[in-house]
T-cell receptor, first 113, second 114 residues
């Protein structure tokens, strides 16, 4: 089944770009997602990319997908203190896990003023 | 729409007590998911329903855990008896249909078992 790995922590300065990386194992995942979790809240879908795409841009967010290396990244331009949160990478499961989202453990982004 | 609603937001109980967590999915959504989040294990899917029918409960830790969805607008997750290792944040999420990629999460229930 799908396994998703992320680094646990990232610290950046306000105004810099943040890049959060993720690797996954199931090459048949049709969608890959980034969710954001602010303190004390549930997860919120930030963006997603279909597996036949290499890149998707949405305002300050850029998602890059390297299918060959099974590597997904989320770039946040002009990072703000309000971007401090935990970011989860997730893949859509298949087979017995069809319809399930398989989440990584999350990357905690800290933005310093 | 109010989004996914969970209650209670916080629950503190003693070991051995029964705990019931409640969830109201977004109106019109056909799939409902229960997750558990801990520091050690991250976010784990416990069970999900499609059209009120449990599809996959392989994530349910043991027989002490049970979940029901009696109708399209309500689901419960019950732990009986509760144990300290059940302490976690429990999230409910819903989506339009099983293969829909947009899951909407509730705010979670923080459970502490002493």
């Amino acid at each position: 089944g799908e396994d998703v790995e992320q680094s646990l922590f990232l610290s950046v300065r306000e105004g810099d770009s943040s890049v959060i990386n993720c690797t996954y194992t199931d090459s048949s995942s049709t969608y890959l997602y980034w969710y954001k979790q602010e303190p004390g809240a549930g997860l919120q879908l930030l963006t997603y990319i279909f597996s036949n795409m290499d890149m998707k841009q949405d305002q300050r967010l850029t998602v890059l997908l390297n299918k060959k290396d099974k590597h997904l990244s989320l770039r946040i331009a002009d990072t703000q203190t309000g971007d401090s949160a935990i970011y989860f990478c997730a893949g859509l499961g298949h087979g017995g896990s069809q319809g399930n989202l398989i989440f990584g453990k999350g990357t905690k982004l800290s933005v310093k003023p | 729409d109010a989004g996914v609603i969970q209650s209670p937001r916080h629950e503190v109980t003693e070991m051995g007590q029964e705990v019931t967590l409640r969830c109201k999915p977004i109106s019109g959504h056909n799939s409902l998911f229960w997750y558990r989040q801990t520091m050690m294990r991250g976010l784990e899917l416990l069970i999900y329903f499609n059209n009120n029918v449990p599809i996959d409960d392989s994530g349910m830790p043991e027989d002490r855990f049970s979940a029901k969805m009696p109708n399209a607008s309500f689901s419960t997750l019950k732990i009986q008896p509760s144990e300290p290792r059940d302490s976690a944040v429990y999230f409910c999420a819903s989506s339009l249909q099983r293969d829909n990629h947009e899951q909407y999460f509730g705010p979670g229930t923080r459970l502490t078992v002493t």
